[in-house]
């Protein structure tokens, strides 16, 4: 079964400092993983997706992912955080195959803070 | 381009009455998803379409609980007859054939049943 987890449900980082968001993942095959973002009171958006290729994505905003077979991670990472990061941060993996379309399945979200 | 549109942004309700939550996902898109948000149990998938065909509809929580997409551009869920615990977030999001990976959300609707 495809499942993800976020270990963390909130994040803490002062503004300038780096800021990773944690995620691992079980798969069967090869693992095509996702982080969206939620700001309040809004869906969620696309920021980046591993499907294949370097093991470090690049995404929008500035936030880019590391991927990780042998530690069978997904962390999601930012140079240096802006108070306007902050939202609810969600990892996510292709899957499980049900007949056609693309299911994901979304971790339990972290949120990020980040304070001045 | 418009994003995904649903409506209403947000319903109050009896217990017991009908609430049918509509979606208008991105043109050019052929899958379609209804998700539900709450605190207690995350984000959950209801259903997804493929092509206006019901593809995967395991999240359903039980039968009061329906969708339909009777055209590519336009779908429905509907929940009869509503509880409190049916109280959430519910949002729909879209993927274009081209990149069947990325799914484009919806602002949700807040649906609250008192």
């Not at chain 1, 499907?51 to 990472?77: C, M, P, R, W």
């Not at chain 2, 409506?7 to 043109?27: A, D, F, N, Y």
């Not at chain 2, 379609?32 to 207690?40: D, G, N």
């Not at chain 2, 995350?42 to 206006?52: A, P, S």
Request: charged share 20%.
């Amino acid at each position: 079964a495809q499942s993800v987890a976020q270990p963390e449900d909130q994040v803490n980082v002062a503004e300038g400092n780096p800021l990773t968001v944690k995620c691992t993942y079980s798969v069967s095959g090869n693992p095509y993983l996702f982080w969206y973002v939620q700001y309040p009171n809004r869906g969620l958006q696309f920021l980046l997706k591993y499907i294949t290729g370097d093991n470090l994505v690049k995404g929008s905003y500035g936030f880019e992912a590391e991927f990780n077979k042998s530690q069978t991670s997904f962390h999601l990472k930012k140079p240096s955080a802006l108070v306007s990061d902050s939202a609810l941060y969600f990892c996510a993996v292709r899957g499980p195959f049900t007949g056609g379309g693309n299911k994901l399945t979304f971790g339990t979200g972290t949120q990020l803070k980040v304070e001045l | 381009d418009a994003g995904v549109i649903q409506s209403p942004r947000h319903e109050v309700t009896e217990m017991g009455q009908e609430v049918t939550l509509r979606c208008k996902p991105i043109s050019g898109h052929n899958s379609l998803f209804w998700y539900r948000q709450t605190m207690m149990r995350g984000l959950e998938l209801l259903i997804y379409f493929n092509n206006n065909v019901p593809i995967d509809d395991s999240g359903m929580p039980e039968d009061r609980f329906s969708a339909k997409m009777p055209n590519a551009s336009f779908s429905t869920l509907k929940i009869q007859p509503s509880e409190p615990r049916d109280s959430a977030v519910y949002f729909c999001a879209s993927s274009p054939p081209t990149d069947t990976d990325t799914q484009y959300f919806g602002p949700g609707t807040r649906l609250t049943v008192l």
